[in-house]
């Protein structure tokens, strides 16, 4: 597709369960991001790969969260154990550039989570 | 470490009028700062950047910002603000040499009134 594409655009789940969430980035884009955006925030950076490799998971808010990206395009985030807490917008974005002066990153439209 | 503070919630203007959007960044290093806009359900797009060179950076739809280092600054403006401008409008601030990891702000929501 032309654009990065996120699925589900919403998700509502009960606390305790898992959830997964994907991201299909723009082809050729190396490196991808994932970001929460709470309600009235700005987004908050999770974890970052470059190709299969993930480089950074520091912005992950507990061990409940995992993400993969294992052929280098498509990522997944995982939630499991889901609590209210979790309840936020999850942001992909992809990027061209992974060195040097830094270019744009092109946003999905998020994952809109639901933790009842 | 870097951040970025963004100075009110909420922006209103009438239509016509000047937009002033403000950003302060905290960088240990010479930065790389970027300006996103939001529309409702949509994704974050770039409406522009500086990373090297000229100071005063052109975006699209009018918008331009101007990196100022001594104050630590990199505030949005536009001459003129049309309804179709209301929108969440993001900066962000990146630090060459590390893991170019954009740190966004909190945002502002830009209202414009007819």
């Known amino acids: 597709g032309a654009g990065v594409s996120q699925s589900p655009r919403y998700k509502v789940a009960k606390r305790g369960q898992d959830v997964a969430l994907r991201c299909d980035p723009i082809?050729?884009?190396?490196?991808l991001f994932w970001y929460q955006q709470a309600l009235g925030q700005g987004p908050e950076f999770l974890t970052y790969?470059?190709?299969?490799?993930?480089?950074?998971k520091s912005g992950l808010p507990s061990d409940r969260f995992f993400a993969e990206r294992p052929e280098g395009s498509v990522s997944t985030l995982k939630i499991q154990r889901t609590q209210q807490e979790d309840s936020a917008v999850y942001l992909c974005?992809?990027?061209?550039?992974?060195?040097?002066?830094?270019?744009?990153?092109?946003f999905g439209e998020g994952s809109r989570l639901t933790v009842l | 470490a870097q951040s970025v503070t963004q100075l009110g919630s909420h922006v209103s203007v009438s239509e016509g009028a000047l937009v002033l959007l403000r950003c302060n960044y905290s960088?240990?290093?010479?930065?790389?700062l970027f300006w996103y806009v939001q529309y409702p359900n949509q994704g974050l797009q770039l409406l522009l950047k500086?990373?090297?060179?000229?100071?005063l950076v052109k975006g699209i739809n009018g918008f331009e910002a101007e990196f100022k280092k001594s104050e630590t600054s990199f505030h949005l403006t536009k001459p003129s603000a049309h309804m179709s401008d209301a929108a969440e409008y993001f900066c962000?601030?990146?630090?060459?040499?590390?893991?170019?990891?954009?740190?966004f702000g909190r945002g502002t929501s830009l209202i414009v009134h007819p």
């Open positions: 962000a601030v990146l630090v060459a040499g590390g893991s170019y990891i954009p740190t």
């Open positions: 960088s240990s290093v010479p930065p790389y």
């Open positions: 790969f470059q190709n299969e490799a993930q480089l950074d």
């Open positions: 974005a992809s990027s061209l550039e992974y060195r040097g002066p830094p270019g744009e990153l092109f």
């Open positions: 500086y990373t090297t060179g000229a100071t």
């Open positions: 082809s050729g884009h190396v490196s």
